[in-house]
């Protein structure tokens, strides 16, 4: 059974005259699969990472999605996290005051509990942040500071990988990581999500750009254009977008 | 976030009201007379054996207090208090000061269930577990029933006890002290405390004394149709300091109740005084209907140079909230600091914030107040900073954050800043911030269910004034942070 079924899944933005984002969708994702998909601005990238987490702007019209073989779309946001789905985010979001440290620990016991585990004890849990931290350059300074408060773009994206490091989730969908970070910042965030490769866990992996898939190297390429997947490959799809564009997929939509 | 979770819990166990505090203690009480006039004011201090000079004191507080109008310049209404419909003053039978074991079991009970131990044994136990020693006077209703650790208190020469014992027992120092600093002319409120005042608290910290332990009282409005009116006094001496926590609750009515109360401080040469206060009243069903209207005026003074005062609040309860504590500035070098969280829900509405009154040379004065404004409630912050022409070299920093949630509260903020004194610095900041949707979608996305996530949004949001709190009381704010917002998502 995939991991992740999603099926002719439909999805317009929430409201009277929403508009029609995803137009029947339909991808299969196995344990240990690493999918890339790219396309054009504006093709619903982004807006299928919101869905599957969960997020109240969007209305799904048809179609299923399934995790584990569980309706996912009928669970609330927080029971999807507990379940394994993580979203690191494009513009992860600033939460003043509440020390990055903290934040972790609190999601880390709200899932655990969730899921009917004991809380994490102090002494383990500091020794699992500071050697995951320590691997992605993060240091006890970033740990004390608010969430993402005051952080550069590099930082965000080395602190979202950190929290899926210590969530260990079965479903990590990375949108747009690779924005907005330098070459070097690029390589430390690829070496942190190679890292958490594993057989029973599967990655989404969304990009506009080619580049991160030399870091990040996929099972599958998907292409999105208009709300629905228009091609899929191997890795060696993602060259010829990097060669060719996507304007010829623009054109076949239109 | 343990304390968070621990809180996410209680809220869950309760039921649709989450007023923990909402019981009612079965005592048989003595009453004056419902209403007032003089015979009410005659009646409060006969009961309390006091000389001539403190009924004279009443009488022309209440003579003054006849010809002055309620105030209504705040951000805030409420139907006409009827004065004459209220009971001043109520008292449990049974005599209590005589020693721990005389105290009416029903009382000591309902301390226990607050938390509060009043046997020291109970708190000494306390503090083998972990915790700090804090001296307790509790006042149930009208009159303080009992004051802890005073021996130990007195073998440090500080003095610790019921108001109404003092002024027997210590009357130079009362005379000389009380209404120094909120004169019994100063408002509606103040004066009309300064005729009924049943009971309060009074402490005396001597030259160059630091209070070895923390003093705190503990106030209950417990009868129907009583209001309560306690007087406070606190003075540090030269080089004293003193730590003083204050705490309060009430059971769950329908009808309002009145509680105005008077705090003084007054800071000599080189003393601090460090005045904390978790208001937890209760606030009123969702409707509005019920809770305590609290009308209180609290002052410090910092008469002596390089003497300093801080004020930190965490108010969550009350359906009316009326209250500025304030510092004014009269020795050279002096400090005064507030520190306020206000949150209000359902329908509670909040017009607090404080003065400070720089007289003195290079004083300075700083202002930190978060206001959390949620269901249907208003939330104002009143605040008033001045410079004396003399003042050279005020300072003042004030920061006032506010923060939404949902779209059905308010948050005002209405700072006054007058100077006459050019060498004054002043600096205001002000920030309105509403929790966002993003923000409860991304700590959603980790893991935590709605209420977990906003309590974690407003416990940052608070931290600069949490860390100014004492630890033992910290930790009850936080808590109390996140059963006062219960219900405002979703």
């Known amino acids: ?254 | 976030m343990p304390a968070v979770q621990e809180t996410v819990d209680q809220v869950r166990s309760l039921d649709v009201d989450q007023y923990k505090y909402g019981f009612f203690t079965e005592i048989e009480t003595e009453k004056a007379p419902k209403g007032l006039n003089e015979d009410t004011v005659r009646f409060i201090s006969a009961k309390k054996n006091e000389p001539e000079w403190m009924l004279e004191w009443r009488l022309e507080a209440f003579r003054r207090w006849l010809t002055m109008r309620e105030p209504d310049w705040a951000r805030v209404s409420y139907p006409p208090i009827d004065y004459q419909d209220l009971y001043y003053y109520s008292a449990p039978k049974r005599p209590s000061e005589l020693s721990i074991d005389d105290i009416d079991p029903e009382i000591l009970a309902t301390y226990e269930k607050l938390g509060i131990p009043l046997r020291e044994r109970d708190a000494l136990l306390g503090i083998a577990s972990g915790g700090t020693k804090v001296a307790v006077d509790a006042v149930f209703d009208s009159v303080s029933v009992a004051t802890t650790f005073k021996e130990e208190l007195s073998k440090a020469g500080v003095i610790f006890m019921p108001i109404s014992e003092a002024v027997r027992e210590y009357p130079e120092l009362v005379k000389k002290y009380l209404g120094s600093v909120v004169p019994v002319t100063d408002n509606y409120f103040a004066t009309l405390n300064s005729a009924v005042f049943s009971d309060g608290s009074f402490v005396y910290v001597p030259k160059g004394v630091r209070c070895p332990m923390e003093l705190s009282t503990y106030f209950r409005i417990n009868e129907r149709n009583t209001g309560q009116f306690e007087r406070t006094l606190i003075i540090a001496d030269a080089g004293a300091y003193v730590s003083y926590l204050e705490g309060c609750t009430a059971p769950m009515r329908d009808e309002n109740q009145l509680h105005a109360a008077v705090v003084e401080l007054v800071a000599l040469d080189d003393a601090e005084i460090k005045y904390s206060t978790v208001q937890n009243w209760y606030p009123g069903d969702k409707d509005g209907k019920g809770g305590i209207f609290n009308f209180v005026t609290k002052r410090g003074d910092c008469r002596g140079d390089r003497s300093k005062i801080s004020w930190t609040q965490v108010e969550t309860g009350s359906a009316i909230t009326w209250k500025y504590p304030s510092c004014i500035l009269r020795g050279d070098n002096s400090q005064g600091e507030f520190y306020s969280i206000a949150i209000s829900n359902g329908r509670q509405q909040v017009d607090s914030g404080t003065k400070m009154i720089h007289l003195g040379k290079n004083t300075s004065s700083r202002i930190i107040s978060k206001g959390i404004a949620a269901g249907y409630s208003d939330n104002t912050y009143r605040g008033l900073v001045t410079a004396h022409r003399k003042a050279t070299g005020a300072r003042n920093f004030t920061n006032c954050d506010s923060l939404l949630i949902g779209d059905k509260c308010g948050a005002h903020t209405v700072p006054y800043i007058e100077s006459k004194n050019s060498s004054a610095q002043f600096e205001h900041e002000a920030t309105t911030s509403k929790i966002s949707d993003d923000q409860l979608f991304y700590c959603r996305q980790r893991g935590l269910d709605p209420e977990e996530a906003t309590a974690l949004i407003v416990n940052g949001f608070v931290k600069d004034v949490l860390q100014q709190l004492p630890m033992e009381f910290a930790v009850e704010a936080q808590k109390l942070i996140a059963v006062s917002l219960e219900g405002s998502v979703g």
């Open chain 1, 1 to 254: 059974m995939a991991l992740l079924d999603i099926d002719n899944l439909h999805a317009k933005i929430d409201g009277e005259h929403g508009k029609e984002i995803l137009k029947g969708l339909s991808l299969k994702v196995n344990p240990g699969e690493v999918h890339a998909i790219m396309g054009p601005n504006g093709s619903g990238k982004s807006t299928l990472s919101y869905i599957l987490a969960g997020k109240e702007d969007y209305e799904v019209t048809d179609g299923t999605v399934t995790l584990d073989g569980e309706d996912l779309l009928e669970m609330e946001i927080d029971e999807r996290a507990a379940k394994g789905v993580f979203l690191a985010f494009q513009y992860p979001v600033e939460v003043p005051g509440v020390a990055t440290m903290t934040f972790l620990r609190a999601s880390l016991n709200a899932q655990r509990k969730k899921r009917g585990e004991a809380e994490v004890s102090t002494p383990d849990f500091l020794r699992l942040v500071k050697d995951k931290a320590a691997h992605l350059g993060i240091n006890q300074d970033m740990l004390r500071r608010g969430v993402n408060v005051g952080f550069s773009g590099g930082e965000k994206k080395r602190a979202e990988i950190l929290q899926m490091a210590i969530l260990e989730p079965k479903l990590c969908v990375l949108d747009e990581t690779d924005s907005g970070l330098d070459i070097d910042a690029l390589k430390v965030v690829s070496e942190g999500v190679n890292a958490l490769r594993a057989p029973d866990r599967a990655m989404i992996v969304i990009t506009h750009y080619q580049r991160l898939l030399n870091h990040i190297v996929p099972d599958f390429v998907h292409v999105m254009n208009k709300g629905r997947i228009v091609r899929s490959g191997g890795k060696e799809l993602a060259l010829e977008l990097e060669a060719n564009g996507y304007a010829e997929y623009q054109q076949d939509a239109a």
